[in-house]
């Protein structure tokens, strides 16, 4: 079983910056040879995967937050991280982080992030 947590939303202001933390944690597991991902869903909305990031450390990003988001991992401590700058109100959602081991999709709770002035 894995499980995963994440934590760091909130309330912020357009232009302003937030860190989510994605810890990971199983019995006899680790993170390094997996890809993180985390995924974001606003109401009304599909969820929407924002980034991931590979085992050897490769990142991708959808448009709409390239430049302004950075994804990374410490596979030492088995954790995820999205960092979260020049906030906009269309980032709102709640944010999911990801692991996919072989045909098994894990999910965390989610944290929400609601950007308004």
């Known amino acids: 079983q894995v499980q995963l947590v994440e934590s760091g939303g909130g309330l912020v202001q357009p232009g302003g910056s937030l860190r989510l933390s994605c810890a990971a944690s199983g019995s006899i597991f680790s993170i390094s040879p997996y890809a993180m991902a985390w995924y974001r869903q606003a109401p009304g909305k599909q969820r929407e995967l924002v980034a991931t990031?590979?085992?050897?450390?490769?990142?991708t990003y959808v448009d709409s937050v390239k430049g302004r988001f950075t994804i990374s991992r410490n596979n030492a401590k088995n954790m995820a991280y999205l960092e979260m700058n020049s906030l906009k109100p269309e980032d709102t959602a709640v944010y999911y982080c990801?692991?996919?081991?072989?045909?098994?999709?894990?999910w965390g709770r989610g944290t929400q992030v609601t950007v308004s002035s």
């Open positions: 990031i590979f085992s050897g450390g490769r990142t």
């Open positions: 990801n692991v996919a081991i072989l045909a098994d999709n894990y």
